[in-house]
C-alpha cells in the first residue's frame, strides 16, 4: 500500500515470516540502502525519491539424506530436497530382498533418523513427521538365511524349516517316534565330527540343509 512521507526522511521497512516461509529480500526502485538481518529482516530507506519497495518470500527448503543397503526407499537413496513444514512419511517398498539365487535374504527391520526423522524405529514405515531441518536417514537391514530340517525313518527333529537370521546358534533335538526306533546320526550340512551328536548344536553361518536319520 502506499504512504506519503517527508522528503529526506529514513523509514524502515520490516518483514514477517509466515508458516515455513522466509523472508529472502526487499527490492528498491530507488537509492534506500538495503540492510537485512536474520532476526528483524529490517530495510532502511532514505526518501530522497518517489521510492517502491516489495518484499519477496520464498518457501525454505532442507536436505533429506536417504541410506539404504538394498530395496527401494521412498523418498529414494540419495540427497532429497524438501519443503519445511512438510508432514512426510518414509518408506521402503520392497523390505524382503532374495541374495545368493534365493539361498540368503536381506530384511529391512527398521530406521535410524536425524534431524527432523524419528532417531530409530522398527518396521518399514517411519509415520508421518513434521519436516523442519536438515535430516538424515538410515533403512537398517540383516541378513537371514534358510534352515532346511527333515526327519528319516520314525522320528522327528524339534526345529522347523526357514529362514533364520545369520549366525543364529541352534540346539537340534531328534526324538524317534517309535518304540525299538533309535536315533542314528545326521546328514547334510554337519560336520562329521558332530553327526552323532544329539542334541546337536548348529551354527547357522550359512544356508543348511540337516536331517535326521532314525532306524
Not at 532502511?44 to 539404504?68: E, G, H, K, W
Not at 541374495?99 to 527398521?110: D, F, I, N, W
Amino acid at each position: 500500500h502506499a504512504v506519503e512521507l517527508f522528503p529526506g526522511s529514513n523509514t524502515t521497512f520490516s518483514g514477517s515470516v509466515s508458516g515455513f516461509a522466509m523472508t529472502f529480500d526487499f527490492t528498491p526502485t530507488g537509492n534506500g540502502a538495503l540492510r537485512i538481518t536474520a532476526t528483524s529482516l529490517v530495510l532502511a530507506v532514505t526518501m530522497d525519491m518517489p521510492q517502491a519497495v516489495t518484499a519477496n518470500f520464498c518457501r525454505i527448503y532442507y536436505p533429506l539424506v536417504v541410506a539404504s543397503e538394498y530395496g527401494n526407499a521412498m523418498p529414494p537413496v540419495g540427497t532429497n530436497s524438501v519443503a519445511a513444514g512438510s508432514n512426510l512419511t518414509c518408506t521402503v517398498t520392497n523390505p524382503v530382498y532374495l541374495l545368493s539365487g534365493g539361498k540368503t535374504q536381506a530384511v529391512c527391520y527398521g530406521w535410524t533418523g536425524g534431524g527432523s526423522v524419528p532417531a530409530n524405529g522398527l518396521g518399514t514405515n517411519t509415520g508421518s513427521f513434521l519436516f523442519t531441518n536438515a535430516s538424515s536417514l538410515t533403512w537398517n537391514w540383516q541378513t537371514n538365511v534358510s534352515l532346511t530340517v527333515a526327519g528319516t525313518g520314525y522320528g522327528s527333529v524339534n526345529a522347523t524349516s526357514g529362514w533364520y537370521r545369520l549366525d543364529t546358534n541352534l540346539s537340534l533335538f531328534a526324538t524317534p517316534g517309535l518304540d525299538f526306533y533309535a536315533f542314528q546320526q545326521w546328514q547334510g550340512d554337519v560336520a562329521p565330527v558332530n553327526q552323532y551328536d544329539n542334541p546337536l548344536s548348529l551354527a547357522l553361518d550359512r544356508t543348511r540343509a540337516v536331517t535326521g536319520v532314525f532306524a
